[in-house]
C-alpha cells in the first residue's frame, strides 16, 4: 500500500504533485548503499517486480506485496538479476536509497541536471531545490558505509553539488559529445566525498580509495553509473556498465584500483623490449590560415609488460636507443603520435621491423558506437582511478604522471582488455588486421603530403547519392502517408512498435478578409 506523505514533506517544491512517499531500504550497519534517482510505480505501491511472464503477446507482470522502497520495480530487477551478481556483493547486507521521494504527477519524468529544459512540468532549478529538501529531511546513510553507488545523474549530484557541474564546464573532454552529462563523464571512476564538509577528492587530482581512513574518518567513495533505466532506451553504455558493477565491487573488497608503479622521469630506458606502450605530448604551432596545423613534441613516455614507466622531456632526449629487430608499439591513436615516435627511433628504422597496434581504431571495430577516447576505454579496463581528466594541469609532476599513465594504460590495460575481448569475436580481429589497421600508415603519409581531390567526381557522386535519396524518401513517403522522416519519435514508434502516423487533416484555408475598397474594384471593377 502506498503511504502518504509525512510533515518532512512541507516546503518541497514537490509537495503538491504527489501524495505518496517511498521511504529508503536501511540495512544497519551496511557498508554499501545504492542511490538512485525516484521511485517508479512498483516502488511507490510496493510491489516488487518477480518476473515477466509473456502469453498470447500480452506480458503479464509477477510481482510480490512489500513495504513500499527503492528498486523493486523494472529497473531494480533487471539490476538484481544482471548487473549486481558482478560485483560479487551480497544484495540482501546492501541499503537502498532514492535523493526525490516522490513521484511527480504521477510519472517517473525528473528533467536532466544539466539542462534547462523543463520536463513534467519541472524545472532544472525545481530539481535541485526539491534534491536539497529531500537530502536534509530524509537522506540517511547507515554511520558505517565507506561506498556509494551513484546510479543517475539526480544521484550523482545529490553527492557533489555544483562543483561538479561547474568543473564539467571548464573540462577539455576527449568527447564532446559525452559533456552533456556529468554521470557519463564520470561513470566507472571513484570520488571522496565528505558529506559533511562537501569536500570532494579526485576531482582535480588522483583520487585512491580512503573512505572511513583516520585521515579522512567521514570521507566515503562515491563511484557513479548511469542508471539502469537509461539503459531500456540505448545500449551505448551498456557493455561499460557490466565493467562498472565489476569494478564497483573490486572497489569494495580493496584490489581496485592497484597501487601506482614507479614512474622514471627523464631515465630512458637502456634496453627495449619487444612490445612497449608509447605515447606522447605536443603542443600545437601557430600556422597560417589554412595552413595544415603542426605540433612540437614537449614529452613523450613509454611503458612494458613488466610495469616499467618512462616519462621524458623532449628538450632532455630525443632517443630511444636500444631498439629490437621487431618492435611492437600500441598507441592510442597512432597517427598522432607517428609522427613523433619516427624521428625517436630513427637510428634503428633501417634494421627494425615496425609493428603499429591503435587501441582506438581496434575499440571502433569491437564496439562500434561506443565513445572510443583513452578516458572512456579506461574506465572500463583501467587498473588505476581516473587520470585523464587531470590533461590541463600547469604542474610539472602531475604531467609526468599523466603521461606515464597514458603509455602504461594503453598497453597494460587496453589493449590487454581488447584482446580478451577479440579471443571471443574472430570476426571482429580479422576486420581490424586486415582493413582497419592496414590504414595507419595510409593515413599518416596522406598527413604529410596531403590529399589531392577531384572536385568534379565528388559533385557528380554527391548529385547521384541525393537523387538516390529522394527516391527512397519519395518511396517511403508513399508507402506510409504522414510519416515525418525527421521526426524520431515517429520513426521509433513505426520501426519498434509498427505503430504508424495517423496524418493529419489538411487545415482549411482561411479566406482573406478584404477590405470595403477590394469588394468595391471586385463588384465594379477598377
Same mark, same amino acid.
Request: glycine share 6%.
Given at each position: 500500500m502506498p503511504i502518504l506523505k509525512p510533515s518532512g514533506c512541507n516546503g518541497c517544491p514537490l509537495e503538491k504533485l504527489s501524495r505518496y512517499i517511498t521511504p529508503d531500504y536501511i540495512v544497519e550497519n551496511s557498508e554499501v548503499s545504492i542511490l538512485g534517482q525516484a521511485p517508479g510505480q512498483h516502488e511507490e505501491e510496493g510491489l516488487k517486480l518477480e518476473r515477466n511472464d509473456y502469453s498470447y503477446g500480452r506480458r503479464n507482470e509477477i510481482t510480490t506485496p512489500v513495504t513500499p522502497q527503492p528498486l523493486i520495480g523494472a529497473t531494480g530487477n533487471w539490476l538484481r538479476k544482471e548487473f549486481w551478481p558482478l560485483t560479487r556483493l551480497d544484495y540482501s547486507s546492501v541499503s537502498r536509497h532514492n535523493v526525490i521521494k516522490c513521484r511527480p504527477n504521477g510519472l517517473n519524468e525528473l528533467p536532466n541536471i544539466g539542462s534547462n529544459k523543463a520536463i513534467n512540468g519541472i524545472s532544472t532549478k525545481t530539481l535541485k531545490q526539491a534534491i536539497h529538501h529531500c537530502s536534509r529531511a530524509y537522506l540517511r546513510f547507515p554511520t558505517r558505509t565507506k561506498y556509494i553507488l551513484a546510479m543517475g545523474e539526480v544521484a550523482l549530484y545529490s553527492l557533489t553539488g555544483e562543483e561538479l557541474l561547474n568543473y564539467r564546464k571548464g573540462v577539455d573532454s576527449e568527447e564532446q559529445d559525452e559533456k552533456s552529462s556529468t554521470v557519463t563523464e564520470w561513470r566507472g571512476w571513484a570520488l571522496g566525498v565528505d558529506l559533511v564538509e562537501h569536500t570532494i577528492l579526485g576531482l582535480r587530482d588522483y583520487y585512491s580509495d580512503m573512505?572511513?581512513?583516520?585521515?579522512?574518518?567521514?570521507?566515503?567513495?562515491?563511484?557513479?553509473?548511469?542508471?539502469?533505466?537509461?539503459?531500456?532506451?540505448?545500449?551505448?553504455?551498456?557493455?561499460? *556498465?557490466?565493467? +562498472?558493477?565489476?569494478? &564497483?565491487?573490486?572497489?569494495? !573488497?580493496?584490489?581496485?584500483?592497484?597501487?601506482?608503479?614507479?614512474? /622514471?622521469?627523464?631515465?630512458?630506458?637502456? *634496453?627495449?623490449? +619487444?612490445?612497449?606502450? &608509447?605515447?606522447?605530448?605536443? !603542443?600545437?604551432?601557430?600556422?597560417?590560415?589554412?595552413?595544415?596545423? /603542426?605540433?612540437?613534441?614537449?614529452?613523450?613516455?613509454?611503458? +612494458?609488460?613488466?610495469?616499467?614507466?618512462?616519462?621524458?622531456?623532449?628538450?632532455?632526449?630525443?632517443?630511444?636507443?636500444?631498439?629490437?629487430s621487431q618492435l611492437n608499439i600500441v598507441t592510442q591513436n597512432g597517427i598522432v603520435d607517428i609522427p613523433h615516435l619516427l624521428p625517436i627511433i630513427s637510428t634503428s628504422l633501417g634494421s627494425c621491423r615496425l609493428n603499429v597496434e591503435d587501441t582506438m581504431l581496434a575499440h571502433t571495430v569491437k564496439w562500434t558506437g561506443e565513445p572510443y577516447g583513452l578516458d572512456y576505454m579506461l574506465s572500463k579496463y583501467g587498473e588505476f582511478n581516473r587520470h585523464k581528466h587531470l590533461r590541463e594541469t600547469e604542474d610539472l609532476w602531475t604531467k609526468y604522471f599523466y603521461s606515464g599513465l597514458d603509455a602504461y594504460g594503453t598497453l597494460n590495460n587496453v589493449w590487454k582488455g581488447l584482446l580478451r575481448d577479440f579471443s571471443e569475436d574472430k570476426l571482429a580481429w580479422a576486420e581490424y588486421c586486415l582493413r582497419r589497421k592496414p590504414l595507419i600508415p595510409i593515413i599518416d603519409k596522406s598527413q604529410q603530403m596531403g590529399l589531392e581531390v577531384d572536385q568534379s567526381r565528388v559533385e557528380l557522386i554527391t548529385t547521384l547519392l541525393d537523387q538516390d535519396l529522394q527516391r527512397i524518401k519519395d518511396e517511403v513517403e508513399s508507402l506510409v502517408p504522414g510519416l515525418n522522416l525527421r521526426s524520431t519519435s515517429q520513426m521509433k514508434a513505426l520501426l519498434y512498435g509498427n505503430i504508424v502516423p495517423v496524418p493529419k487533416p489538411a487545415k482549411a484555408k482561411r479566406s482573406k478578409k478584404l477590405s470595403l475598397l477590394d469588394q468595391l474594384k471586385l463588384q465594379y471593377g477598377e
Open positions: 573512505a572511513g581512513s583516520s585521515l579522512y574518518p567521514r570521507l566515503i567513495t562515491a563511484f557513479p553509473v548511469v542508471h539502469i533505466s537509461s539503459l531500456f532506451n540505448s545500449q551505448r553504455y551498456y557493455h561499460a *556498465t557490466l565493467h +562498472d558493477f565489476q569494478r &564497483f565491487g573490486n572497489l569494495v !573488497r580493496g584490489t581496485w584500483p592497484s597501487t601506482i608503479p614507479e614512474i /622514471k622521469i627523464n631515465t630512458p630506458p637502456k *634496453t627495449i623490449p +619487444d612490445t612497449i606502450g &608509447f605515447d606522447t605530448e605536443y !603542443r600545437e604551432l601557430k600556422v597560417p590560415s589554412g595552413a595544415r596545423p /603542426k605540433h612540437e613534441l614537449t614529452m613523450w613516455s613509454m611503458a +612494458d609488460v613488466e610495469r616499467n614507466v618512462y616519462v621524458v622531456d623532449s628538450d632532455y632526449s630525443r632517443q630511444l636507443r636500444g631498439v629490437p
